[in-house]
């Protein structure tokens, strides 16, 4: 399974990005799928995850309310639509694959990835 994170980008706080992963290989609707973000001296964290069915999500609490996370199986692809950007939510951006997961389980944990796409910059100025 191949991932390919886009989307990142410098944007002023309170501005919004939308980043997305593309996927290869495998079968995309028995992948559960993360985002992740890890910025400077700080160890990688989950921000979003979604289930196989799309039915089951979870996010960190930093986010709740601000962040969403959706996939379409017909295009392979997952997405995170940030809104109401904080300086402190720069960071390289990671989308992550789970091929082991239940059908409505979400990513909750970086150890359960077992494919990683290979990371977006997101930059948020005050």
């Known amino acids: 399974v191949q991932l390919q994170a886009s989307g990142g980008g410098l944007v002023q706080a309170g501005g919004s990005l939308r980043l997305s992963c593309a996927t290869s290989?495998?079968?995309?609707?028995?992948?559960?799928m993360g985002w992740f973000r890890q910025a400077p001296g700080q160890e990688r964290e989950i921000v979003a995850g979604?289930?196989?069915?799309?039915?089951?999500?979870h996010y960190a609490d930093s986010v709740k309310g601000r962040f969403t996370i959706s996939r379409d199986n017909a295009k392979k692809m997952v997405y995170l639509q940030m809104n109401s950007l904080k300086p402190e939510d720069t960071a390289v951006y990671y989308c992550g694959a789970d091929v082991n997961s239940i059908l409505m389980e979400p990513v909750l944990y970086s150890r359960q990835i077992d494919y990683w796409g290979q990371g977006t910059q997101v930059t948020v100025s005050s």
């Open positions: 290989g495998g079968t995309f609707s028995r992948l559960a």
């Open positions: 979604i289930s196989r069915s799309g039915g089951g999500l």
